[in-house]
């Protein structure tokens, strides 16, 4: 969940959070995302 072996920081996770907020309705939903492209669950 952190540390030296995060696999990023949290930065990069920031601009993932923001990106995701600033969304508008029609949107993606309903996945999973990492560096703003859907990734497998």
């Known amino acids: 969940m952190g540390g ?3 696999p990023t920081n ?3 996770a920031a ?3 923001v990106h995701f907020a ?3 309705a029609r949107g993606p939903t309903g ?3 990492r560096y ?3 990734i497998q669950w």
Request: proline share 6%.
């Open 36 to 38: 703003k492209k859907a």
């Open 4 to 6: 030296k072996m995060a």
């Open 31 to 33: 996945s999973f995302f």
């Open 10 to 12: 949290p930065q990069m």
């Open 22 to 24: 600033l969304v508008d």
């Open 15 to 17: 601009k993932d959070i």
